[in-house]
């Protein structure tokens, strides 16, 4: 009896083992079938293949617009920024003008002060 028994198992033991060898070698061709540039075992369904495309293209496309978008935001405080400094210089040139005037009031007044101390 103990003879039938380990027939059974090194016979169950061989079939397990021919199995294995030809799953192993049924993928390993299907591996070797695949061209070596593009060694994909697992390949996308077309449809989700196009809807990865496309969701990479709109994302691109998005982050164009905002560039374009931040630039023309830029663009325009800048354009803000020297409105108001051309409100600043104007008044900065006014007031140097006034200053200028001062100076001259100064200084002749402090030359008729000289004039007239040479005089007295």
């Known amino acids: 009896m103990g003879t039938y028994f380990n027939y059974f ?12 060898l030809i799953l192993f070698l049924s ?4 591996i070797r079938s695949t061209s070596s540039d593009k060694f994909n075992v697992i390949q996308f369904p077309i ?3 196009n809807k ?8 691109s496309d998005y982050l164009n617009k905002l560039g374009k ?3 023309t935001d830029q663009k325009q405080a800048i354009k803000e920024i020297n409105e108001r ?8 040139n006014e007031k140097n003008q006034e200053l200028q005037l ?3 009031g ?14 007295d």
Request: charged letters at 25%; aromatic letters at 14%.
């Open 102 to 104: 001062y100076k001259e």
């Open 85 to 92: 400094l051309k409100i600043f210089e104007t008044f900065a």
């Open 9 to 20: 198992i090194y016979s169950t033991l061989g079939l397990l083992i021919i199995i294995l």
């Open 47 to 49: 449809e989700t293949n």
């Open 27 to 30: 993928i390993f061709r299907k």
């Open 69 to 71: 978008l931040v630039s």
């Open 106 to 119: 100064y200084e002749y007044s402090k030359q008729k002060n000289i004039i007239n101390g040479i005089l």
């Open 52 to 59: 990865i495309k496309d969701f990479i293209n709109e994302v």
